[in-house]
Every structure is written in C-alpha cells, then in structure tokens.
Nanobody, 115 residues
Framework: QVQLVESGGGLVQTGGSLRLSCVASRSILGFNSMGWFRQVPGNQRELVARITRDGIRNYADSVQGRFTFSGDYAKNTLYLQMNSLKPEDTAVYYC?????????WGQGTQVTVSS
C-alpha cells in the first residue's frame, strides 16, 4: 500500500511557473514508475510526465520543453517543475505510482493558469 500526497498547485498567470510535489508514504526507489497526470472536467485523465524504474522519461508533447520532473529519494518525493504555463495547462494534476503491478493515485492538486 502506498499513499501519495500532492501539493503546490494554485493560481498563476500565463507564462508563470509552479512546482508540484508528490510525497510518497515510503521509499520510491523500488517503484516501477512514477509520474504526473492531469484531468479537465469531462475529459479523460492524460499523461503529463512519467519516469520508469530504468530511467526512461516520457513527456506529453504539449508540455515538452516546459515541464521537468525530478526526484528527491531521501524525501520520498517527486517534483514537477512547470514553466511557461499556458491557460490550456489548467487542470487537476494527479501523482501516480506503479508498484508491483498496482497503481496508486494522489488526491490531486488544482492548477489554474489565467490568461
């Protein structure tokens, strides 16, 4: 069982930056993958960025070059640095982890980008 808690969302102007954090209840070193997804009401949850245990990183085309994620293993934390934000980035952002074939989700954090 893994609990994930996101934070760092908020309201920002177009072109601004936010850093999201996802804190896991235990070490993330053994996770098969961790990443970020986002969801707009009425839409499917979509992949934003993900890293696998073997280091493969994937970013959605829409955020490539603007978003970067990193981890602090000592703090069991995954970060998503979001730069050059656009109104279309507005969504609820969810942390995700895959561990031994099971998927876990955080509660989500709202990101709103004003135009």
């Amino acid at each position: 069982q893994v609990q994930l808690v996101e934070s760092g969302g908020g309201l920002v102007q177009t072109g601004g930056s936010l850093r999201l954090s996802c804190v896991a209840s235990r070490s993330i070193l053994g996770f098969n993958s961790m990443g970020w997804f986002r969801q707009v009401p009425g839409n499917q949850r979509e992949l934003v960025a993900r890293i696998t245990r073997d280091g493969i990183r994937n970013y959605a085309d829409s955020v490539q070059g603007r978003f970067t994620f990193s981890g602090d293993y000592a703090k069991n934390t995954l970060y998503l640095q979001m730069n050059s934000l656009k109104p279309e980035d507005t969504a609820v952002y969810y942390c995700n982890a895959e561990v031994s074939g099971a998927g876990y989700w955080g509660q989500g954090t709202q990101v709103t980008v004003s135009s």
